[in-house]
Each structure stands twice: as C-alpha cells, then as structure tokens.
T-cell receptor, first 115, second 114 residues
C-alpha cells in the first residue's frame, strides 16, 4: 500500500460528458503528478504540482484537461467534452522534496472508459 | 520519441530461477532511474532506484545495474517467485531544471512458470 489514493477507481462515461478524478497523495508529500497510461504502454506524464503550484504541463494535456491542487493537498483532474481517445488509466503519484531520491509513489489509478 | 525502451516485451522464467529484465535509454542527461512493477489493474509499484553516480544498487532479492557507457539498465530478480509475475517498467528522469516527470518505457511482461 503506497498511501496514494484515487477516486473513483473506474469511470464509464459517454462521449461529450465531463469527468473529474480525485487524488489524495501521501500526507507529507508536497509534489503530486498526473500520468496517463494506455493498454500495454508505460505511463505518460501529464502535469505536476509542487504544493499548490502547477509547475509543468505536458503537450498531452490539451485544453480540455485541467488539473488543480487548491490547498496543496488533494488534486483533481477534470476532462471536459470527453472523447473516445481519452479512454485510459489515469494515475496519480506523489513525492517529497528533500528525500534522497525523490521517488514517486503511485496510486491505484482511475480507469476511464469513454463510450 | 521515447528515450527509454526495453529489449524484450515478454520474459518467462521458471520459479526459483533468476530473472534479468533489460532497458535501454537514449538520453545521456538522465541521472535517475527507477524500476516499477505493475500488476494487472493496479498502479506501478516502486521496486528500486539508482542515481547515475552509481553502477549497482541492491535491494531485497533485486539488483539494479546501470551502465552509462552503453546507456543500459537492468533489473535482476533472484529466486523468482510466482508473485513476481507482472509488467516491469524502467523509468528515467533528468533532475536539472524544473523537470521532475518520469519517462517510462513500454514495459516487459514477466511470467513465472511453476
């Protein structure tokens, strides 16, 4: 158990609908990351936060995607007007600055299926 | 394109044998590498990591070897057990600047045979 939790674990939605996922990192971790993983592939970086500041975004993060971490604790990832190509596992990870290796610990993911 | 890749997409080993999973990377600026294990339906689980100033690091039943000359990373699992069956990913990171994201390869499916 890594301590990172994600909700929901599974989400099925119709194309065009909006969805929102939540991530709760390990409590003392100040960095939080979002990744997307499609079947048979490794996770791909989307964005990361240090405390409440969103410091980096991937080009994969289109305008339909938005992420927030308002209080520097939990984070939400919203996808607007979902498309079938958004179907994937969305993974959250957290890490602690100052740790020797800054290793990232992953949550169980949210599996999104867009019909 | 991806800067991290794996030589073999699948690997089958007998229970009790040692496993070696290989990974190639192309970005010489990468200075931190991690191996993750991912079981079906779960998120990646941290196994072991290594910084570029080291060439070997050992954990419990696992060893990571780093060869910077040929940009090669390997994960050795001793006395492989059925619970080791999973997909294994190597990941790299460049610590300079603000970038903190990991770049993952496409994974190797390890199957442990009874």
């Amino acid at each position: 158990d890594t301590g990172v939790s994600q909700d929901p674990r599974h989400k099925i939605t119709k194309r065009g609908q909006n969805v929102t996922f939540r991530c709760d990192p390990i409590s003392e971790h100040n960095r939080l990351y979002w990744y997307r993983q499609t079947l048979g592939q490794g996770p791909e970086f989307l964005t990361y936060f240090q405390n409440e500041a969103q410091l980096e975004k991937s080009r994969l993060l289109s305008d339909r995607f938005s992420a927030e971490r308002p209080k520097g604790s939990f984070s939400t990832l919203e996808i607007q007007r979902t498309e079938q190509g958004d179907s994937a596992m969305y993974l959250c990870a957290s890490s602690l600055t100052g740790a020797v290796y800054n290793e990232q610990f992953f949550g169980p993911g949210t599996r999104l299926t867009v019909l | 394109g991806e800067s991290v890749g794996l030589h073999l997409p699948t690997l089958s080993v007998q229970e009790g044998d040692n496993s070696i999973i290989n990974c190639a990377y192309s970005n010489s600026a990468s200075d931190y590498f991690i191996w993750y294990k991912q079981e079906s339906g779960k998120g990646p689980q941290f196994i072991i990591d290594i910084r570029s100033n080291m060439d070997k690091r050992q954990g419990q039943r696992v060893t990571v070897l780093l060869n910077k000359t040929v940009k090669h990373l390997s994960l050795q699992i001793a006395a492989t057990q059925p619970g080791d069956s999973a997909v294994y990913f190597c990941a790299e990171r460049i610590s300079s600047g603000s970038a903190r994201q990991l770049t993952f390869g496409s994974g190797t499916q390890l199957t442990v045979l009874p």
